[in-house]
DNA sequence: TCTGGGGTCCTAGGACCC
DNA sequence: TCTGGGGTCCTAGGACCC
């Protein structure tokens, strides 16, 4: 038996999916937004229509409405993308049990086949009926057909995972491109960038343009002794990337672990140095991680928080608490972590994390702040303490879990929230009033 | 007018225990 | 007499992905 290996990779995803929703919006460009906040934010994706004019994901809106003018702007529900991406992995679990959920509009899959390789026919059998390629179309014929014509999605299929993933970017929308054995990979690999196969970033292409390997034909010259020297144990990866190899597996959805962290990050539309604004924001997002971790039943131990500083307006010298890049390039800030015993108490991260904040803070203004708990393990009934305030708070929290779970995220929160920085949260339809009732602790 | 938010993996050094 | 080695945990930092 051989393996293929196929990527899925949907087109516009966000975007694709509300013109499907939304009729009204077919055919023309627009833009998903993170929600109703339109400084300081970024496109979450942009139509085929948008991108004509040069919009792409992840760029600020003010620049795709400058590119664009005519642009829509559409709120993000992330609810309805995990909806319609439910449905487009059931369709491929038709296909192979061995279904690998990449991100939320990708997936790869293995499927077997009797054939020795994928040869020039591209008509491996397998083992009941049809080829690969007859497979992929029909894949995308049921995605446009069961979920939605304007939802379409790019396929590659090649001998591993990193040259299905190259081959579905190769042609897009809706392509369907084959790399059918090593000798055609590198081929190929000599006609892209190096940042355009997964697992090179800016970083790792500055550093190799540094060293005078500026394209895989030049990478695949470097000894590996050279690449181990400068890139460690990366060098084994990037010399296997420039030969087209890889063997790393699928990994089906029933065999990967548990998350390993869960956190939130949360960029104000101002800069701040408002110690009382901070703290609010800080345990909102603490109560969210939280919640998440009581919806999942975990507890976390480790806590890390982080913020980056404000932008120093026309700076033309480096911040001087520089730490170390956090992010995109350019931005400085700190974080630190800190461990405590294992909770899924949105009040305890929170305790953690502010102590963490005011160790590395020193009061300068900031635009983001983030925390996400890490060192995850499953609640058991040791955990569970027997205390009688400690159970008495585990009814609370599970009250609380309760009535949000029904009428939306903050519905129920802790008194001291309530005057806080507005997050984005989901529009409660059962609430007719925007405020929230509290729920004093 | 100046860059979102959710994650993953890897390395390295130090503390601590036996 | 003053010191070996293995294992684990913790923390910091770097890089990548969508």
């Given at each position: 038996m051989n393996k293929v290996i196929l990527h899925i990779d949907f087109n516009s995803y966000f975007a694709s999916v509300e013109q499907q929703a939304n009729p009204r919006l077919r055919g023309k460009p627009i833009g998903v937004t993170g929600g109703d906040r339109l400084k300081r934010t970024v496109l979450g994706a942009a139509s085929i229509?948008?991108?004509?004019?040069?919009?792409?994901?992840?760029?600020?809106?003010?620049?795709?409405?400058?590119?664009?003018?005519?642009?829509?702007?559409?709120?993000?529900?992330?609810?309805?993308?995990?909806?319609?991406?439910?449905?487009?992995?059931?369709?491929?679990?038709?296909?192979?049990?061995?279904?690998?959920?990449?991100?939320?509009?990708?997936?790869?899959?293995?499927?077997?086949?009797?054939?020795?390789?994928?040869?020039?026919?591209?008509?491996?059998?397998?083992?009941?009926?049809?080829?690969?390629?007859?497979?992929?179309?029909?894949?995308?014929q049921r995605i446009k057909g069961e979920i939605g014509e304007y939802i379409t999605c790019s396929i590659g299929i090649s001998y591993n995972k990193l040259m299905a993933k190259l081959a579905g970017s190769l042609k897009k929308p809706d392509g369907l491109v084959v790399i059918p054995d090593q000798q055609t990979a590198i081929k190929i690999l000599d006609t892209i960038e190096l940042d355009e196969i997964c697992g090179i970033g800016p970083r790792i292409k500055n550093r190799l343009n540094n060293l005078g390997i500026f394209n895989f034909t030049q990478l695949r010259q470097v000894p590996l002794e050279s690449l181990l020297a400068s890139f460690k144990s990366y060098g084994q990866t990037l010399y296997n990337m420039a030969r087209g190899i890889d063997h790393s597996p699928v990994i089906p959805f029933y065999e990967k672990g548990q998350v390993k962290s869960i956190g939130h990050r949360h960029t104000?539309?101002?800069d701040t140095c408002d110690q009382e604004e901070i703290k609010q924001l800080l345990l909102k997002l603490s109560e969210m991680v939280g919640r998440r971790l009581r919806a999942k039943k975990l507890l976390g131990k480790t806590v890390h928080c982080w913020y980056r500083q404000a932008l120093h307006p026309r700076c033309s010298f480096t911040p001087t608490s520089e730490v170390g890049v956090i992010g995109h390039v350019g931005f400085s800030g700190d974080g630190m972590q800190t461990t405590i015993l294992p909770t899924n108490d949105g009040l305890?991260?929170?305790?953690?994390?502010?102590?963490?904040?005011?160790?590395?803070?020193?009061?300068?203004?900031?635009?983001?702040?983030?925390?996400?708990?890490?060192?995850?393990?499953?609640e058991t009934p040791q955990n569970l303490s027997l205390l009688p305030e400690t159970s008495k708070r585990d009814t609370m929290l599970r009250v609380l879990d309760e009535i949000n779970d029904k009428y939306g995220e903050f519905t129920l929160q802790r008194g001291v929230l309530l005057t806080s920085a507005k997050i984005k949260r989901k529009p409660n339809p059962f609430l007719r009033s925007e405020g929230s009732q509290a729920l004093l602790i």
């Open positions: 229509e948008a991108k004509k004019f040069g919009v792409k994901t992840g760029m600020q809106i003010w620049e795709a409405k400058k590119l664009c003018p005519q642009i829509i702007l559409v709120a993000g529900d992330s609810d309805k993308y995990m909806e319609t991406t439910k449905r487009f992995l059931n369709i491929l679990k038709d296909y192979s049990p061995y279904l690998e959920v990449f991100s939320i509009d990708e997936a790869f899959m293995e499927i077997e086949t009797t054939r020795k390789s994928l040869d020039s026919s591209y008509l491996t059998l397998l083992p009941k009926e049809g080829c690969i390629v007859t497979i992929a179309q029909e894949i995308k104000i539309d101002h305890d991260i929170f305790k953690a994390a502010w102590k963490v904040f005011l160790q590395i803070w020193n009061k300068e203004k900031i635009r983001m702040i983030g925390l996400s708990v890490s060192n995850l393990q499953g």
